[in-house]
């Protein structure tokens, strides 16, 4: 185990600071003088090490940026124009988690079902005949967005990702995927695909470092060169150009160099399966069909308020007067014996 905590938290994957080797590396690079807003050698080299993981071309942009809801922000609002409007499952992040940030830019939110966390290619379809170009009266759908993992833990396998790519092209649109999770979705055992797919069917995409280790931070990557044009100045006019952005540059080299991003999504997959194969023996069914760092358990609403008194998670949906499905979140902190005690006290009460 990485670390042992005061608090025994299981609502976030970032509750604790960072590993030993961001903080260390952060360290090193205090008293260096460098140049700033991403030009420095620091964020180059950051830059290099994310390209090799990808296997994509030297003059691929990448770009360091504080967190996630200011990476949708920034790359959504900077991509479509005034008319322009993006799809994203009812579930999805910009959908229902950043105040209705996606909004605020004038840019509507087409929301459709999702299917186990998921954006289908037959969604897609059905709001494209519901927008039939040319149509003024209506805003003009042009990007799909997608988690990988999803909000409720799924992840998408490659034949489903390149089904999205080739419905996107069909009509023109382009694909952004949000990577906050991403590291826990290429480490589950539902994955059978990889950096490399991930930047094949990718327009656009970044790789979440907040909530796999990183004290801040992610890395906006841009597959689609020519979408990359001007996106610097979209950076520093939502105020996420960072004069010193060899802060977060510095802990993707930390996270990268050695492959540690892999091992930290690794150590919370295998903690959340703990407690997925624990429960399941106690006779407790699963919202979702997850294999990544978040579970989604339902359970007596007696026992969810029982354990709540000492284990930090919260009620994800009601479902009616007895029991409620509840969210557990595993990071790169979580020790497993918090786990196993977790465990023997729900056995417990169940």
């Given at each position: 185990?990485?670390?042992?905590?005061?608090?025994?938290?299981?609502?976030?994957?970032?509750?604790?600071?960072?590993p030993p080797e961001c903080i260390q590396n952060l360290c090193e690079q205090s008293l260096q003088q460098v140049a700033g807003y991403d030009l420095d050698s620091?964020?180059?080299?950051?830059?290099?090490?994310?390209?090799?993981?990808?296997?994509?071309?030297?003059?691929?942009?990448?770009?360091?940026?504080?967190?996630?809801?200011?990476?949708?922000?920034?790359?959504?609002?900077?991509?479509?124009?005034?008319h322009e409007a993006v799809i994203a499952v009812d579930a999805g992040h910009i959908a229902t988690h950043e105040t209705g940030g996606m909004e605020a830019t004038?840019?509507?939110?087409?929301?459709?079902?999702?299917?186990?966390?998921?954006?289908?290619?037959?969604?897609?379809?059905?709001?494209?005949?519901?927008?039939?170009?040319?149509?003024?009266?209506?805003?003009?759908?042009?990007?799909?967005?997608?988690?990988?993992?999803?909000?409720?833990?799924?992840?998408?396998?490659?034949?489903?990702?390149?089904?999205?790519?080739?419905?996107?092209?069909?009509?023109?649109?382009?694909?952004?995927?949000?990577?906050?999770?991403?590291?826990?979705?290429?480490?589950?055992?539902?994955a059978d695909c990889d950096w490399q797919d991930i930047a094949r069917v990718a327009d656009v995409f970044y790789i979440g470092g907040t909530k796999n280790g990183?004290?801040?931070?992610?890395?906006?990557?841009?597959?689609?060169?020519?979408?990359?044009?001007?996106?610097?100045?979209?950076?520093?006019?939502?105020?996420?150009?960072?004069?010193?952005?060899?802060?977060?540059?510095?802990?993707?080299?930390?996270?990268?160099?050695?492959?540690?991003?892999?091992?930290?999504?690794?150590?919370?997959?295998?903690?959340?399966?703990?407690?997925?194969?624990?429960?399941?023996?106690?006779?407790?069914?699963?919202?979702?069909?997850?294999?990544?760092?978040?579970?989604?358990?339902?359970?007596?609403?007696?026992?969810?308020?029982?354990?709540?008194?000492?284990?930090?998670?919260?009620?994800?949906?009601?479902?009616?007067?007895?029991?409620?499905?509840?969210?557990?979140?595993?990071?790169?902190?979580?020790?497993?014996?918090?786990?196993?005690?977790?465990?023997?006290?729900?056995?417990?009460?169940?």
């Amino acid at each position: 185990d990485r670390l042992a905590t005061e608090g025994i938290l299981f609502d976030n994957a970032y509750a604790a600071a960072a590993p030993p080797e961001c903080i260390q590396n952060l360290c090193e690079q205090s008293l260096q003088q460098v140049a700033g807003y991403d030009l420095d050698s620091v964020s180059a080299h950051a830059a290099t090490l994310i390209r090799a993981k990808l296997d994509v071309a030297n003059d691929t942009p990448v770009h360091f940026i504080s967190g996630g809801t200011q990476a949708n922000l920034t790359v959504i609002g900077a991509l479509l124009r005034p008319h322009e409007a993006v799809i994203a499952v009812d579930a999805g992040h910009i959908a229902t988690h950043e105040t209705g940030g996606m909004e605020a830019t004038g840019h509507e939110v087409i929301h459709v079902p999702q299917v186990n966390g998921k954006l289908t290619p037959a969604a897609i379809e059905q709001v494209m005949r519901a927008h039939p170009h040319p149509k003024e009266h209506s805003v003009k759908p042009r990007m799909a967005f997608i988690s990988q993992a999803t909000e409720l833990g799924t992840v998408y396998n490659r034949t489903e990702l390149l089904a999205l790519r080739a419905v996107c092209d069909a009509h023109g649109l382009w694909l952004y995927i949000d990577g906050a999770r991403l590291g826990s979705a290429l480490r589950s055992v539902h994955a059978d695909c990889d950096w490399q797919d991930i930047a094949r069917v990718a327009d656009v995409f970044y790789i979440g470092g907040t909530k796999n280790g990183a004290l801040l931070g992610e890395a906006i990557v841009f597959p689609n060169t020519t979408l990359n044009n001007d996106f610097r100045y979209a950076l520093k006019q939502r105020g996420a150009l960072l004069a010193k952005g060899r802060v977060i540059a510095s802990q993707f080299i930390a996270l990268f160099e050695h492959d540690l991003y892999s091992e930290l999504a690794q150590h919370a997959n295998d903690c959340a399966i703990r407690l997925r194969m624990g429960l399941s023996e106690l006779g407790v069914v699963f919202y979702t069909d997850s294999a990544t760092n978040q579970q989604f358990p339902i359970l007596p609403n007696t026992v969810i308020k029982a354990l709540q008194k000492d284990y930090g998670f919260y009620t994800w949906e009601v479902l009616n007067e007895r029991e409620s499905v509840v969210r557990f979140v595993f990071s790169w902190a979580t020790p497993m014996a918090m786990v196993d005690e977790f465990l023997t006290n729900a056995k417990r009460l169940l």
